[in-house]
């Protein structure tokens, strides 16, 4: 097992003739938790599809867990990738205990004739209780934190040591969030091997926990590393292009416009 999680190396995604990344060179070491952080547009979520094999780099190379993209079974490595997206494309009124459950066939709605192991349904419900939540909302009328943690239990299915977080806390209210910040900040103590990166626009939204930030603008990052070195008015200033005040109390960061 390397103890890399993540090595890109001059990576570049080409869309209709516009380059949304460009030249992205970064290590994620396996243990840490990264924030991904730029303006709208940046690329945020175009680079997490690519640290989530959901889409492949244009140039460049993306390892993943020590797997090379491009030379690897796709399905098999995103069994190793636990993925967290708000957009979560779930038409079925499924209850959180299967939505839970499609985390361990790595599928949206649940397989037809599928049935989970004993094994699986204790883990199912271990992490349903980890998580807060009752096993019987179904997703149509879930709150939106309601359905957030039950995405978070669903990536934790199979104990992935990678897990990826886009925006998170989209849509919650202020106690859901900050109880969402909680659960995310929580997952190194149980799950101590665990990598995380998370996408987000907003400093109040990084979990205590982040131990390393990345800033992307225009497709290019600004600076990467450890999180002090990062989150400075300096480079936050560079990376949104407007003055930006980063303060960090008690181990939370809030950003105010200068
Ligand atoms: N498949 C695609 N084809 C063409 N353009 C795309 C495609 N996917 C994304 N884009 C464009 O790439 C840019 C980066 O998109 P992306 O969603 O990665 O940014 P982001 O930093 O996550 O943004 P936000 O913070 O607004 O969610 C945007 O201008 C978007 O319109």
């Known amino acids: 097992m390397t103890d890399t999680a993540l090595e890109l190396h001059e990576v570049a995604f080409i869309r209709e003739g516009k380059r949304l990344l460009d030249d992205i060179t970064l290590t994620v070491g396996r243990g840490e938790h990264w924030a ?11 680079l997490l599809n690519i640290c989530g094999a959901v889409t492949f780099p244009s140039r460049g190379t993306a390892q993943i867990l020590g797997e090379q993209l491009g030379h690897v079974d796709l399905r098999d490595l995103r069994r190793f990738i636990g993925f967290v997206n708000p957009r979560h494309p779930l038409r079925s009124n499924l209850s959180a205990q299967d939505i839970v459950l499609t985390g361990e066939t790595g599928s949206i709605e649940l397989v037809p004739r599928w049935q ?3 094994a699986v349904l204790d883990r199912a419900h271990l992490l349903l209780k980890t998580m807060g939540i009752d096993e019987k909302p179904r997703w149509h009328t879930m709150s ?5 943690r039950a995405l978070i239990a669903r990536a934790l299915m199979t104990d992935p040591p990678l897990l990826l977080l886009d925006e998170p806390s989209t849509g919650l209210d202020v106690a859901a969030r900050e109880q969402m910040i909680r659960t995310i900040a929580e997952l190194p103590v149980a799950h101590p091997q665990l990598t995380s990166v998370m996408v987000t626009h907003h400093f109040e939204e990084l979990p205590p926990s982040t131990t390393h930030a990345a800033l992307l603008r225009k497709g290019r990052l600004v600076a990467a590393g450890p999180v002090a070195d990062v989150l400075t008015t300096e480079l936050v200033t560079e990376c949104f292009d ?8 008690r181990g939370r960061w809030s950003a105010v416009a200068g």
Do not use: C, F, W, Y
Request: hydrophobic share 20%.
């Open 116 to 118: 989970p192991s004993d």
């Open 144 to 148: 939106q934190g309601e359905r957030g």
């Open 36 to 46: 991904l952080i730029g303006p709208n547009g940046a690329g945020k979520s175009t």
């Open 242 to 249: 407007h003055p930006i005040e980063v303060v960090r109390r």
